[in-house]
């Protein structure tokens, strides 16, 4: 072997997101947000999920997981559905509204180039709203479990085309007391559904969870830069203003030691 080809081999390129495989509309939008790499957490569960594979993975808040499950789930839906409904294709699961509000802002922020249309079901919202929303085509459902449930058992949704269940921050959910709502959704949804967990820890009650929901997962798992940083020290000083904050700071700043 030449010193080129060793060389060469040693270099890993990092993927980008068009070696992915991703409908162009996706890609275009990805592009439009200034994103060309994907993080680690993408990298794996964007292929693995476009194979069809169910999922376990461990990754927080600021690993880039809401677009490692967003992305593959458009891809899946950029082609018609072979089942006459007008149920949701995608339903994702979360603990709080505001991190529902999050999905459905990612789900229609990636998915701007395509016709599509996201609801979110959310508790504290007023119910006639809900129901004028659930009754037109409905192509991504971003929900919280307990609204979700009221909505299922007035039969106000068809999840006879639903392919694919997320639940995120699985661990939250069930410290939320939402283990029985979370598996009588999971219930009501076709068996043939592909199912992705996405959660901060996967052991103890999770693991129980994805066995019960998840046919023969993948797992992966990524931590947060965040999660490194125990060398941290945190000091909190009292000042008396603006002026003797600055003479403090300047004092650390130019304190080495
Ligand atoms: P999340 O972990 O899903 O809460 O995402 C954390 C933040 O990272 C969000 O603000 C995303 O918009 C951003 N983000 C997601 N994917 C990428 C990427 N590949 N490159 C740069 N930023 C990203």
């Known amino acids: 072997m030449s010193i080129e080809n060793t060389t060469e081999a040693t270099i890993t390129t990092p993927i980008t997101f068009a070696d992915l495989g991703l409908n162009p509309a996706i890609l275009k939008a990805v592009e439009e947000s200034g994103y060309t790499i994907p993080t680690p957490i993408q990298a794996e569960a964007i292929p ?3 194979a069809g594979h169910d999922l376990m993975a461990s990754a927080q808040t ?4 809401t677009a490692a499950f967003i992305l593959p789930s458009l891809h899946r839906i ?46 504290g919202m007023p119910y006639p709203l809900q ?9 991504i459902l971003v929900a919280t479990p307990g609204r979700l449930i009221d909505h299922i058992e007035r039969g106000r949704i068809d999840f006879s085309r639903l392919e694919i269940l997320i639940m995120d921050e699985a661990d939250r959910m069930l410290d939320m007391g939402f283990i029985d709502d979370v598996e009588r959704i999971a219930a009501a949804t076709p068996a043939t559904r592909q199912t992705l967990l996405f959660s901060a820890t996967l052991d103890g009650v999770i693991g129980n969870l994805a066995q019960k929901l998840l046919k023969s997962p993948k797992r992966i798992s990524v931590t947060s830069s ?8 945190q000091r909190l000083m009292y000042v008396d203003d603006m002026a003797h904050k600055n003479r403090i700071l300047y004092h650390l700043l130019r304190d080495t030691e």
């Open 48 to 50: 693995t999920i476009m």
């Open 62 to 65: 600021g690993t880039g997981k």
């Open 78 to 123: 950029a082609e018609p559905s072979a089942i006459r409904s007008k149920g949701p294709r995608i339903l994702v699961l979360t603990p709080t509204r505001e991190l529902a509000q999050q999905v459905s802002d990612a789900a229609t922020k990636y998915g701007k180039n395509m016709r599509l249309k996201v609801v979110s079901i959310l508790g």
């Open 131 to 139: 129901n004028k929303l659930l009754s037109s085509p409905v192509d």
């Open 226 to 233: 965040k999660a490194k940083h125990e060398n941290i020290e």
